[in-house]
Antibody, heavy 126, light 112 residues
Framework: QITLKESGPTLVKPTQTLTLTCTFS??????????VGWIRQPPGKALEWLAL???????RYSPSLKSRLTITKDTSKNQVVLTMTNMDPVDTATYYC??????????????????WGQGTLVTVSS | QSVLTQPPSVSAAPGQKVTISCSGS????????VSWYQQLPGTAPKLLIY???KRPSGIPDRFSGSKSGTSATLGITGLQTGDEADYYC?????????????FGGGTKLTVL
């Protein structure tokens, strides 16, 4: 059974850097094709994909947020970390991590996101 | 504004059928697989359909997916009050060299 859980601060101040950790079980990020993605959802709004990291350290970012995001993995700890710099109140959202699989060996495209963690609400306020 | 266009809301009576559309372009839906996600109130999204029309284990066959050209459709038959949720389509967009994952704006299903 695959499970994921997000952890990190619930409140950050504007201009600060957010660091979120996704701790997972039931799969390994050293297995070919496996990936972990981050998705966020502002209150009452739609899902927004942020970043994705694969087993081979291939990393993909949302173009609109790429300059502010860094995704890394620690295979030995079964963790994926997302950092987002220069936080702003508009970044207030529930942040989810999710398991994924590369669609094919010659593409960066994931097939889907499944399952998802429970999410963690991050509020940006002074 | 989302790259994939979904109707903001749909509604139908219990037992009826409903469809939710997801419109995109050749750089996303037209050339890549579509997946659908169900988000019940206050919970995390859950994969409902993948590879356009496949159901993960445990998803009832009341849920179906299809794709034609640059549009995809989620169908739900035998509506139940427990189906009231937000539904999102998602796919890969290849318009940029690095690619990106895109979601639709979501559709709120009300079972009257």
């Amino acid at each position: 059974q695959i499970t994921l859980k997000e952890s990190g601060p619930t409140l950050v101040k504007p201009t600060q850097t957010l660091t979120l950790t996704c701790t997972f079980s039931g799969f390994s990020l050293s297995t070919s094709g496996v990936g972990v993605g981050w998705i966020r959802q502002p209150p009452g709004k739609a899902l927004e994909w942020l970043a994705l990291i694969y087993w081979d350290d291939d990393k993909r970012y949302s173009p609109s947020l790429k300059s502010r995001l860094t995704i890394t993995k620690d295979t030995s700890k079964n963790q994926v970390v997302l950092t987002m710099t220069n936080m702003d109140p508009v970044d207030t959202a529930t942040y989810y991590c999710a398991h994924s699989m590369r669609a094919a060996v010659d593409t960066a495209m994931p097939n889907w996101f499944d399952p998802w963690g429970q999410g963690t609400l991050v509020t940006v306020s002074s | 504004q989302s790259v994939l266009t979904q109707p903001p809301s749909v509604s139908a009576a219990p037992g009826q059928k409903v469809t939710i559309s997801c419109s995109g372009s050749s750089s996303n839906i037209g050339n890549n697989y579509v997946s659908w996600y169900q988000q019940l109130p206050g919970t995390a999204p859950k994969l409902l359909i993948y590879d356009n029309n496949k159901r993960p284990s445990g998803i009832p066959d009341r849920f179906s997916g299809s794709k034609s050209g640059t549009s995809a459709t989620l169908g739900i038959t035998g509506l139940q009050t427990g189906d009231e949720a937000d539904y999102y389509c998602g796919t890969w967009d290849s318009s940029l060299s690095a690619g990106l994952w895109v979601f639709g704006g979501g559709t709120k299903l009300t079972v009257l």
